[in-house]
């Protein structure tokens, strides 16, 4: 295509290019595709950087324009949001102090220091319709290139502490600021074109953050909001929002007795209670059962290790700053650590005898509790904790087996997805940040391998897949599945992951059939990730209606009267021997209020008993939210019970 000296190529991702003038703006070439689709584009992925749809374009660029529907547009769009409430804040509370206010999955959120005053909960709605004043009056994002000497004056003058901390870890030249009517921000952007797109807004709640995370430094306030486009679609957030309380699992690990914590056992330390207890060991049978099918060894390795095991396999340089601190033994200098990871300890039972390539592949599988240090504002139920269960396994084997063996584990955690109802998931392929190679470990032609081996993994099986940069483990990259809930949010949930650099650390070797020494490969994988989380993810997705096979209390036994309670036993004890576990109700209770309660415990099953079916042997049948079912006789309604569950777990 032939070109001027002030024109520049435009390429858009359908690969079609057009010319425009030097200077132009995505908003401007959105213009000219439509007026309709520059009313909507928040901002623009340019040359794969996301940018101000402002901002002027001088060279030959790839473009992508961004509007709500893109996951990049919303990100923008809470980002801008952000910088609003932040406006709205200073104008209501003048001489505050801001930290960082970044979007998150879900809206954004500012860490604020008031002062010597307390926002009060009831000051939101306030802050919110000063939101909206300023939204109406359609100010545009201006973005500055700024020195640091004068970004430092400037905030000098204004007396914030927090922009001057950031301040100090910024390179002159690449410092900007964006101002939208009287407030002013120090951010890299990009932001929306004005704030005129917010039209709806919500502050959701306020909590406390350390300044950086640290506890050593002073909390400030942090406001969550989320804001919308449209008044409709921030309606139906909060509706959802309202089914996402009932559906908590917290709320409903009490209700069903599932699990509790206790200050004198300490914060992030669940207790398990009898109920959650037999789920949990029903989710670890399930996966054992495949496991033994798939060739992998069970392994048992301790709750500590020596503080040398994790400065070999690199976890303590990474991570030992945030981890429960080293513990001393009477022995001078000797130091153990709870441990944070079970790859350490797997490669010690894999170098514990010599292996051959015909052994190769080795898988070893347990389910181990691991510590980590999360601060105490970060905790959260069961989706955050500093004591949780890995559903870990470690598979060595030769370099030409890794593709083979990494769809193998594919399959697995396919497999358990379809089994628990998650039918909402992306593939995460998780790479390297390339402009950051200091964070990981290892030789840039391993990773190049084991990056490789993930892409063309998730290709032959067809995987929905997306690609972040930055997102890999220290040690290699990672194929993560981000399942959504019932109500569309998104958890990371089943990890794989190659590894190239613990074998080379633990020295690990096989004699192949050239007999020379050789490395494994080490893959990682989880296809629970952390049975804490898990169980908390599936509480909610299914709002603690377990799969059949799953529920801690399959059937309750009902009888009308304690006349037909020896019989109500004798069913139990008869269903028992079926592996179907359920207990009686004796309560001197009306039977509509027996099923009512069973009905809130959202039992699968109620058994009814009574004069008729004692004398027939045989028993009457509800389900939980569908009703009466029948009358069974005890064989038919095993066989029924036993379909249900083999329905749902048929590969």
Same mark, same amino acid.
């Given at each position: 295509?032939s070109?001027i000296?002030n024109?520049?190529?435009?390429?858009?991702p359908?690969?079609?290019?057009?010319?425009?003038?030097?200077?132009?703006t995505?908003?401007?070439?959105?213009l000219?595709?439509?007026?309709?689709?520059?009313?909507?584009?928040?901002?623009?992925?340019?040359?794969g950087?996301?940018?101000?749809?402002?901002?002027?374009?001088?060279?030959?660029?790839?473009?992508?324009?961004?509007?709500?529907?893109?996951?990049?547009?919303k990100?923008t769009?809470?980002?801008?949001?952000a910088?609003?409430?932040?406006?709205?804040?200073?104008a209501?509370?003048?001489?505050?102090?801001f930290?960082?206010?970044?979007?998150?999955?879900?809206?954004?959120y500012?860490?604020v220091?008031?002062?010597e005053?307390?926002?009060?909960?009831?000051?939101?709605?306030?802050?919110?319709?000063?939101?909206?004043?300023?939204?109406?009056?359609?100010n545009?994002?201006i973005r500055?290139e700024?020195?640091k000497?004068?970004?430092?004056?400037?905030?000098?003058?204004k007396?914030d502490?927090?922009?001057?901390?950031?301040?100090?870890?910024l390179?002159?030249?690449?410092?900007?600021?964006?101002?939208?009517?009287?407030?002013?921000?120090?951010?890299?952007?990009?932001?929306?074109?004005?704030?005129?797109?917010?039209?709806?807004?919500?502050?959701?709640?306020i909590a406390?953050?350390?300044w950086?995370g640290?506890?050593?430094?002073?909390?400030?306030?942090?406001?969550?909001?989320?804001?919308?486009?449209?008044?409709?679609?921030?309606?139906?957030y909060?509706?959802?929002l309202?089914?996402?309380?009932?559906?908590?699992?917290?709320k409903l690990?009490r209700?069903?007795?599932?699990?509790?914590?206790s200050?004198?056992?300490?914060?992030?330390?669940?207790?398990?209670?009898?109920?959650g207890?037999?789920l949990?060991?029903?989710?670890?049978?399930?996966?054992?059962?495949?496991?033994?099918h798939s060739?992998y060894q069970?392994?048992?390795?301790p709750?500590?290790?020596?503080?040398?095991?994790?400065?070999?396999?690199?976890?303590?340089?990474?991570?030992?700053?945030?981890?429960?601190?080293?513990?001393t033994?009477?022995?001078?200098g000797?130091?153990?650590l709870?441990?944070?990871?079970?790859?350490?300890?797997?490669?010690?039972?894999?170098?514990?005898?010599p292996?051959?390539?015909?052994?190769?592949p080795?898988?070893?599988?347990?389910?181990?509790?691991?510590?980590?240090?999360?601060?105490?504002?970060?905790?959260?139920?069961?989706?955050?904790?500093?004591?949780?269960?890995?559903d870990?396994?470690?598979?060595?084997?030769?370099?030409?087996q890794?593709?083979e063996?990494?769809?193998?584990?594919?399959?697995?955690?396919?497999?358990?997805?379809?089994?628990?109802?998650?039918e909402?998931?992306?593939?995460?392929?998780?790479l390297?940040?390339?402009?950051?190679? =200091?964070k990981?470990? /290892?030789?840039e032609?391993? !990773?190049?391998?084991?990056e490789?081996?993930? &892409?063309?993994?998730?290709? #032959? @099986?067809?995987?929905?897949?997306?690609?972040?940069?930055g997102?890999?483990?220290?040690y290699?990259?990672?194929l993560?599945f981000?399942?959504?809930?019932?109500?569309?949010?998104?958890?990371?949930?089943?990890t794989?992951?190659?590894?190239?650099q613990?074998?080379?650390?633990?020295?690990?070797?096989?004699?192949?059939?050239?007999n020379?020494?050789?490395?494994p490969?080490?893959?990682?994988r989880?296809?629970?990730?952390?049975?804490?989380r898990?169980?908390?993810v599936?509480? =909610?997705?299914?709002a /603690?209606?377990?799969?059949l !096979?799953?529920?801690?209390?399959?059937?309750? &036994?009902?009888?009308?009267? #304690? @006349?037909?309670?020896?019989?109500a036993?004798?069913v139990k004890?008869l269903?028992?021997d079926?592996?179907?576990?359920?207990?009686?109700?004796?309560?001197?209770?009306?039977i509509?209020?027996?099923?009512?309660?069973?009905e809130?415990?959202?039992i699968?099953?109620m058994?009814?008993?009574?004069?008729?079916?004692?004398?027939e042997?045989?028993?009457?049948?509800?389900?939980?939210?569908?009703g009466?079912k029948?009358?069974?006789?005890?064989?038919?309604?095993?066989?029924?019970?036993?379909?249900?569950?083999?329905?749902s777990?048929?590969?």
């Open positions: 295509m070109q000296e024109e520049i190529n435009v390429t858009f359908d690969r079609s290019v057009r010319v425009f003038e030097k200077g132009v995505s908003l401007d070439i959105a000219s595709i439509s007026e309709g689709l520059a009313r909507n584009v928040l901002a623009a992925k340019v040359d950087e996301i940018w101000d749809a402002t901002r002027p374009i001088h060279k030959d660029v790839s473009i992508a324009l961004l509007t709500w529907n893109d996951k990049e547009g990100s769009f809470w980002h801008s949001s910088h609003l409430l932040a406006e709205a804040l200073e209501l509370y003048p001489g505050i102090k930290g960082i206010g970044p979007p998150i999955e879900q809206g954004f500012y860490d220091d008031f002062g005053r307390t926002l009060e909960g009831a000051e939101l709605e306030k802050i919110e319709a000063k939101m909206v004043e300023l939204a109406r009056q359609k545009a994002y500055s700024i020195s000497q004068d970004a430092v004056e400037y905030y000098q003058k007396g502490e927090y922009k001057l901390d950031l301040l100090e870890r390179e002159d030249g690449s410092i900007t600021f964006y101002k939208q009517g009287e407030f002013t921000d120090l951010c890299r952007g990009p932001h929306i074109p004005h704030t005129g797109f917010v039209k709806a807004v919500k502050l959701l709640n406390g953050a350390y950086r640290d506890e050593q430094n002073k909390m400030l306030t942090r406001i969550y909001g989320i804001t919308f486009p449209k008044a409709k679609e921030l309606k139906e909060l509706e959802m309202e089914e996402a309380k009932k559906r908590d699992h917290r690990g209700e069903l007795e599932l699990f509790t914590f200050e004198k056992v300490g914060m992030g330390l669940p207790l398990w209670l009898p109920k207890t037999l949990r060991e029903r989710l670890v049978s399930f996966l054992k059962k495949e496991q033994d060739g069970q392994v048992i390795t709750h500590i290790g020596h503080k040398a095991l994790y400065e070999t396999s690199g976890h303590y340089e990474k991570y030992g700053k945030d981890s429960f601190q080293p513990i033994t009477p022995h001078e000797e130091e153990f709870l441990k944070p990871m079970n790859c350490p300890h797997h490669c010690e039972i894999y170098k514990s005898k292996r051959s390539y015909k052994d190769l080795v898988r070893y599988a347990e389910f181990g509790t691991v510590y980590r240090y999360e601060q105490s504002g970060e905790l959260h139920g069961l989706t955050r904790v500093r004591g949780f269960t890995q870990d396994a470690h598979i060595f084997c030769r370099q030409d890794v593709k063996e990494f769809i193998k584990v594919i399959d697995l955690v396919l497999y358990v997805f379809k089994a628990l109802g998650f909402n998931y992306t593939a995460q392929i998780s390297r940040d390339p402009e950051n190679g =200091e990981y470990i /290892g030789e032609a391993a !990773w190049n391998k084991a490789a081996a993930i &892409i063309e993994a998730a290709g #032959e @099986k067809g995987l929905q897949t997306v690609t972040e940069l997102e890999a483990a220290f290699g990259p990672k993560d981000m399942v959504r809930d019932a109500l569309g949010r998104s958890w990371q949930l089943g794989i992951q190659v590894d190239y613990l074998p080379e650390r633990f020295e690990l070797e096989y004699t192949g059939s050239d020379q020494k050789h490395r490969v080490m893959i990682h989880a296809p629970f990730g952390s049975l804490e898990f169980v908390a599936l509480i =909610e997705h299914c /603690g209606n377990f799969p !096979w799953l529920a801690p209390e399959q059937l309750v &036994i009902l009888p009308i009267s #304690e @006349k037909f309670a020896d019989y036993e004798q004890l269903l028992a079926q592996g179907i576990t359920g207990e009686v109700d004796h309560r001197d209770e009306k509509g209020r027996k099923i009512r309660d069973a809130v415990k959202k699968p099953f058994v009814i008993v009574g004069e008729k079916e004692q004398e042997n045989r028993i009457s049948l509800r389900k939980h939210g569908e009466d029948g009358s069974f006789k005890l064989e038919a309604f095993v066989e029924y019970f036993q379909g249900i569950i083999q329905e777990l048929n590969k």
